[in-house]
T-cell receptor, first 113, second 111 residues
C-alpha cells in the first residue's frame, strides 16, 4: 500500500537557520504530494502541494519539489523564524487532494530565538 | 466565511460507552473525511462521505461508523469504546477537485 516516511524528530534550530525536513513516499501511480502544518492545539493547515513530477510547491518561504526519480518531497526554508515552530506532516493522495490522505508520522520543529 | 467546525472540543468517556462527534464543513464543500490522530502520530484515514454515502474507508473496525446529512454536515460514531480509541479526531472537508481543509479536532479520552 501507499506510505510516507518522514525524518524523525524532533528538530531544533536557531532563528534564521536553514531548514530541511526529509520526506519519501511509496505509491502506485502518480500521487499528489502535500505538506501540512499543525500548530499547538490546532488542526492541520495545508502549507503547500505539488501534483506532478518536478512541480515545486511554495508558500510562506517554504518550498518542496516533487522528485519522482527519488520518490521524495523534502521541505526546505532558507531562514526559519520562531513562529515556524510546529509539527510538520508530509502526505500523499492517490487521486488529488480531495481523496484519502496518507500521512507520515510528523516532525516536530522548534526554533529558538 | 466559517471554516470547518467540530464539536465537542473535548470529550471524556469510559470503556464500553458510545460516542458521537460532529462536523460542519466549510461553505461550498460537499465531501467530509474523518481521521484519527493518536498522540505523537500522523492522522489515519477513517472514512469519507460524499452525497450522504460512504465513498472510501480506511482500515478501521465496524465499531466506527458515520453519517452525512443533506446539508453536508457529518457525524462520526464509535461504539464499544476501547482505551486505544483515545485520540484527536479530525474532520476535513473538500469539494471533489480541491484539497482538504481540516477542523480543529475533537480530543477524545477513554478511561
Amino acid at each position: 500500500g501507499n506510505s510516507v516516511t518522514q525524518m524523525e524528530g524532533p528538530v531544533t534550530l536557531s532563528e534564521e537557520a536553514f531548514l530541511t525536513i526529509n520526506c519519501t513516499y511509496t505509491a502506485t501511480g502518480y500521487p499528489s504530494l502535500f505538506w501540512y502544518v499543525q500548530y499547538p492545539g490546532e488542526g492541520l493547515q495545508l502549507l503547500l502541494k505539488a501534483t506532478k513530477a518536478d512541480d515545486k510547491g511554495s508558500n510562506k518561504g517554504f518550498e518542496a519539489t516533487y522528485r519522482k526519480e527519488t520518490t521524495s518531497f523534502h521541505l526546505e526554508k532558507g531562514s526559519v523564524q520562531v513562529s515556524d515552530s510546529a509539527v510538520y506532516f508530509c502526505a500523499l493522495s492517490e487521486w488529488g487532494g480531495a481523496q484519502k490522505l496518507v500521512f507520515g508520522q510528523g516532525t516536530r520543529l522548534t526554533i529558538n530565538p | 466565511d466559517a471554516g470547518v467546525t467540530q464539536s465537542p472540543t473535548h470529550l471524556i468517556k469510559t470503556r464500553g460507552q458510545q460516542v458521537t462527534l460532529r462536523c460542519s464543513p466549510k461553505s461550498g464543500h460537499d465531501t467530509v473525511s474523518w481521521y484519527q490522530q493518536a498522540l505523537g502520530q500522523g492522522p489515519q484515514f477513517i472514512f469519507q462521505y460524499y452525497e450522504e454515502e460512504e465513498r472510501q474507508r480506511g482500515n478501521f473496525p465496524d465499531r466506527f461508523s458515520g453519517h452525512q446529512f443533506p446539508n453536508y454536515s457529518s457525524e462520526l460514531n464509535v461504539n464499544a469504546l476501547l482505551l486505544g480509541d483515545s485520540a484527536l479526531y479530525l474532520c476535513a472537508s473538500s469539494s471533489p477537485s480541491n484539497e482538504q481543509f481540516f477542523g480543529p479536532g475533537t480530543r477524545l479520552t477513554v478511561l
